[in-house]
């Protein structure tokens, strides 16, 4: 190598010597200034053996107590014969009394086991025991017939460990509860059973863990694993959702899992898998199960009386709190009372449309549930206290309790038929954004006849402007606004009269009647004039 290479080589070398150098001495330097040091914890990586565990130890310790159920109902089929039932071409009528030809043979072949002339209805569902002697919980849906609103004909239940898994244990209904989804059967077993153990559903956190087991499509004994996605769910919109408050999971739930159990990593059940939401038939990520202190009040009802009691006054209301409606009436609490039933607890008390209850027997009633949760703990034939306000004026009541299933049963009726067209229209459009027009008299009277008003009265919408405050409120068209304002409206004119004297920031509430199916019913909506 001559000299001019030479040079570049050895300049570039102790440069990155003296770059060593500099760069120990720095670093040695920092260090003795100021040691370093941390309390942090290392970070692991998480065993997913233990969690797998965790998994296993639960699906053996309450796997034993879910069981699968088969039900079936008889079906009747009508076999027609020649000339009867039907005007066939060049056929009398008469007939000639001769029986269908194969009618006889469809008898034969066709009954599966069921009266003559029947096919079966089966059906698939889960359970779990919860007494060792054989008293299993499931869905009321599971034993009512798909087609109507009866029980199946007959039941089997397989057990986890049965020897003869084709066999099954003969079962009998001990009584159902169709407002909590819920039902009691009972199976008899020569030998003890192995029950499972209620958890404490109010102690559930959303994140924990949950297992979801039952026979989903038929297939006994699956497990399937996710976590509490969220608490208090109402899936079920008006009274057929009251009681219905569900645990909402990610777990896998599909049909055949209804009635097996959602438990806990310490193996107890909190919840009974009930429902799923779904847009294909089928597990799409969001089930809900019917949390275990629900299941412990309905099975104790059950299995002592064979049918829960539950106490009602008579009124309608809306669950939750409004407080755009409790604004509108001049107060910050309460349950607003939308309709009074003929005849109940409430009317003989002297309750009315618009009065709002504040508490019963000193218990502060802030919302519709813990109304209707104080209510219907009361046994029929008790006495209550309620509290209330009229017109803003503080007034109490005593009323007795009736029973729920009477009170329930006599309101829930056919719904009235549809309302002709209205003889008289007006599109006007002002600061609310509504379309409204006369009802016709007979109209007004029918409404007025169905909620029990002192006069008929009423207007029907024809629209909301989208976007508008109507349409912000939630009135739509076929709503009848009765009152505005507690102002009763009669008509278009009425309406116009006192939509003009309103003004910018002005609370504005409205006494609405909707057809339901079972009738019409009231509310009230009401919010600020932006």
Partial sequence: MNKRGLLPALVIAVTLGAGILIGTIVSRGVRADKPFHSDARLLGTPSPTALSESFARVADTIGPAVVNIKTESDIRVTHHKPGVGHSNPGDDGEGDGDDEPFEGFFDHFFHFGGPPGSIPETSLGSGVILDSSGYIL???HVIMRDSSNQTVDRMRVFLADDDDTSKGHPARIVGYDRWTDLAVIKIDSSKPLTAATLGNSDTVRV???ALAIGSP???NSTVTAGIISAKGRG???GREGEFKHFIQTDAAINPGNSGGPLVNLGGQVIGINTAIATQRDAYDGVGFAIPSNTVREIYNELVSNGQVRRGAIGVTFVNGRNEAVLQAMGTDHGVVIESVGADTPAEHAGLRLGDIITAVNSKPTPTGDDLLTIISEAAPGSHLKVSYLRDGQPSQGELTVGDWNKIVGENDGPAPKPAATPASIDN??????????????DQAKAIAR????????GIVVTDARLGSFADDVGLSRF???LTMNHQPVFSVEDFNRIQSGLKSGQSVLFLVARESDSGFTTQFVADKLP
Avoid: A, H, M, Y
């Fill in 428 to 441: 006007s459009k002002g600061q609310l954004g509504l379309s409204v027009k006369n009802l016709t008299s």
């Fill in 138 to 140: 499931t869905n009321c």
């Fill in 235 to 237: 899936i079920e919109p």
């Fill in 479 to 481: 709503d009848v606004i």
């Fill in 450 to 457: 169905d909620l029990r008003l002192s006069s008929p009265e």
């Fill in 217 to 219: 499509f038929g297939l």
């Fill in 207 to 209: 994140g924990d863990w």
